[in-house]
C-alpha cells in the first residue's frame, strides 16, 4: 500500500481487512506490552478476573481491527486507549456491579488520554499518592477498591457508620486528586 493512503477501517460489524502478518505483527505487540495491558486494565477494575477479561477482549478487538496500527507508532497507546474504552464500556454495563469503579475515578485516576509507553511510571505514582494518605484512609480505600466492598460492609467490619466511610472515602479520592495533579503539574517528587 502507497505510504499516503490507508487502508479503510472496520466497523465492529464488518470483517477485518487487514494483511494476516500485519495482524501477526499487532498480535505479537500486543504480547510484548500484555504485561503493561494487565496492570493498566487492575488500575481500572480491582477485581483480577475481570481485568484478565478485559485484556482478552481487548486482545480481540485489536486483532480484529489490526489495520488500524501503523507500526512504528505506539502500540501501548492505540492498545491502551482500546482497553480504556472496552473499561468504560463494561462499567456502563455492569454499573450495578460492587467490584466495578465508578466512572469519575476511572477517569480521575486516567484522564481523558490513554495511556503512554510509561504507565508503570504512573502507577508507581499513583501508588505513591495512596502511601501518602493516613493509614485509615489508606485502609478503606483498599477494602473499597482492591478488595471492592461496599461502604456498607466497610462500615460493619470496622464498626463505623456507613457515612462515616462514604466521607472517609470521598476525603480520600480528593486527597488522590490533588497528590496526582501536582504531580503531573512538576517533576515526580520520589
Same mark, same amino acid.
Given at each position: 500500500m502507497d505510504e499516503g493512503k490507508t487502508a479503510p477501517?472496520?466497523? *465492529?460489524? @464488518?470483517?477485518?481487512?487487514?494483511?494476516?502478518g500485519h495482524t501477526l @505483527?499487532?498480535?505479537?505487540?500486543?504480547?510484548? !506490552? %500484555?504485561?503493561?495491558? =494487565?496492570?493498566?486494565?487492575?488500575?481500572?477494575?480491582?477485581?483480577? %478476573? *475481570?481485568?484478565?477479561?478485559? #485484556?482478552?477482549?481487548?486482545?480481540?478487538?485489536?486483532?480484529? $481491527?489490526? *489495520?488500524?496500527?501503523?507500526?512504528?507508532?505506539?502500540? =501501548?497507546?492505540?492498545?491502551?486507549?482500546?482497553?480504556?474504552y472496552e473499561a468504560l464500556h463494561q462499567l456502563r454495563a455492569l454499573r450495578r456491579?460492587? =467490584?466495578?469503579?465508578?466512572? *469519575?475515578?476511572?477517569?480521575?485516576? !486516567?484522564?481523558?488520554?490513554?495511556p503512554d509507553d510509561d504507565l508503570l511510571h504512573q502507577i508507581q505514582r499513583l501508588k505513591r499518592c495512596i502511601q501518602k494518605l493516613s493509614p485509615r484512609a489508606?485502609?478503606? #480505600?483498599?477494602?473499597?477498591y482492591h478488595s471492592g466492598m461496599l461502604p456498607e460492609a466497610i462500615a460493619k467490619s470496622l464498626q463505623w457508620t456507613a457515612n462515616s466511610v462514604r466521607v472517609t472515602l470521598?476525603?480520600? $479520592?480528593?486527597s488522590l486528586r490533588d497528590c496526582m495533579a501536582k504531580r503531573e503539574g512538576g517533576r515526580d517528587k520520589k
Open positions: 477501517k472496520p466497523t *465492529d460489524s @464488518e470483517p477485518a481487512t487487514a494483511d494476516p @505483527e499487532v498480535q505479537q505487540q500486543f504480547l510484548l !506490552h %500484555q504485561p503493561a495491558l =494487565m496492570a493498566y486494565a487492575l488500575s481500572l477494575v480491582p477485581c483480577r %478476573q *475481570d481485568a484478565q477479561d478485559l #485484556v482478552q477482549e481487548t486482545f480481540l478487538i485489536v486483532s480484529r $481491527k489490526a *489495520d488500524c496500527w501503523a507500526e512504528g507508532s505506539s502500540f =501501548m497507546a492505540w492498545a491502551g486507549k482500546i482497553l480504556r456491579r460492587p =467490584m466495578s469503579l465508578e466512572e *469519575d475515578l476511572l477517569e480521575l485516576l !486516567h484522564g481523558n488520554e490513554p489508606r485502609q478503606l #480505600v483498599m477494602l473499597r470521598t476525603r480520600a $479520592k480528593d
